[in-house]
């Protein structure tokens, strides 16, 4: 268990709303990231964070903002939710060390954009 | 960006071996490759990563090939719990080590 947790774990929400997922951490981990997963699609990276306020865009990453202010925390905003981000969005972490890369994931959060 | 090929899908029945292949042939001298497995309704999950030699842990066996252009996971005994997406990943060779994931081959498991 590497301590991650998101939330919220479901939502739906409408298109043109804001919408915040969060991502906490108990581990102190300095590397923290953002994926979406849709069929047909493996996972894709939306935004990554390598330290605090130190963020850095993925390969999907239009439409979303992330911010960092604390190490066990890592938000992922979308501005202006639109039906094309309904996804399952999961978060991670990296485990520290040489030529260790796994990453540990968090459980998802389901999102739905009517 | 290095990618990796997998089947789509495998099948395999409980208590006998399973090896999954990933081809990557255009794979780097610095990228490491990395099995992740996602059982159903999960986030991933790591199982095994290795950059030339065999290595082995209390999940799985990865075998790499001496050219680094493939590379085989080994379930030693599947168990119905195994049954997963397993995806064989190539690391970024920049300085953040980013992930790219591809479809994966989904391994059904038979009783």
């Known amino acids: 268990d590497a301590g991650i947790t998101q939330s919220p774990r479901h939502k739906v929400t409408e298109t043109g709303t804001p919408v915040t997922l969060r991502c906490h951490q108990t581990?102190?981990?300095?590397?923290m990231y953002w994926y979406r997963q849709d069929p047909g699609h493996g996972l894709r990276l939306i935004h990554y964070?390598?330290?605090?306020?130190?963020?850095d865009k993925g390969e999907v990453s239009d439409g979303y903002s992330v911010s960092r202010s604390k190490t066990e925390d890592f938000l992922l905003t979308l501005e202006s939710a639109t039906s094309s981000q309904t996804s399952v969005y999961f978060c991670?972490?990296?485990?520290?060390?040489?030529?260790?890369?796994?990453?540990?994931f968090g459980p998802g959060t389901r999102l739905t954009v009517t | 960006d290095a990618k990796t090929t997998q089947p789509n899908s495998m099948e395999s029945n409980e208590e006998e071996p399973v090896h999954l292949p990933c081809n990557h042939s255009?794979?780097?001298?610095?990228?490491?490759i990395h099995w992740y497995r996602q059982l159903p309704s999960q986030g991933p999950e790591y199982v095994i990563h290795?950059?030339?030699?065999?290595v082995n842990n209390r999940m799985a066996s990865l075998a790499i090939a001496e050219d680094r252009k493939s590379s085989t996971l080994i379930l030693h005994r599947a168990t119905l719990r195994d049954a997963a997406v397993y995806y064989c990943?190539?690391?970024?060779?920049?300085?953040?080590?980013?992930?790219?994931w591809g479809l994966g081959t989904s391994l059904a498991v038979n009783p």
């Open positions: 581990e102190n981990h300095r590397y």
């Open positions: 290795g950059l030339t030699s065999n």
């Open positions: 964070s390598y330290g605090v306020k130190d963020t």
């Open positions: 991670a972490i990296r485990a520290p060390g040489q030529g260790k890369y796994e990453q540990y």
């Open positions: 990943i190539l690391s970024d060779a920049g300085n953040n080590r980013k992930l790219i």
């Open positions: 255009t794979i780097s001298g610095t990228d490491y």
